[in-house]
């Protein structure tokens, strides 16, 4: 497994949650340069692009998160976050980090918000 996620639960609407995806079998100077994103996808419909980060640390944000959610990285630990804050009902779903370079996906971790 390329990319491991992890950090999803269950939490009250208003809450707070921290992914975190792990590229433990990269090597350190090819996960510097790499663009990461987050997707989201509800059962039934098309997997979103939530945020990314550039190898720059430069993010980009869907519309729908913009100043509740913040994306991140830290290169010492080949690991990106999504930090989601004021969660809403319509934020659950598994979320995916990807590797835009590399077109690898993480395996998933679900996050419900309870209203």
């Known amino acids: 497994v390329q990319l491991q996620a992890s950090g999803g639960g269950l939490v009250q609407a208003g809450g707070s949650l921290r992914l975190s995806c792990r590229a433990s079998?990269?090597?350190?100077?090819?996960?510097?340069?790499?663009?990461m994103g987050w997707f989201r996808q509800v059962s039934g419909k098309e997997r979103e692009l939530v945020a990314t980060v550039t190898s720059r640390g430069t993010t980009n944000y869907a519309d729908s998160v913009k100043g509740r959610f913040s994306v991140s990285r830290d290169n010492a630990r080949k690991t990106v976050y999504l930090q989601m804050s004021s969660l809403r009902p319509e934020d659950a779903a598994i979320y995916y980090c990807?590797?835009?370079?590399?077109?690898?996906w993480g395996q998933g971790t679900l996050v419900t918000v309870s209203s």
């Open positions: 990807h590797d835009h370079i590399r077109d690898y």
């Open positions: 079998r990269t090597i350190s100077s090819v996960f510097n340069g790499l663009t």
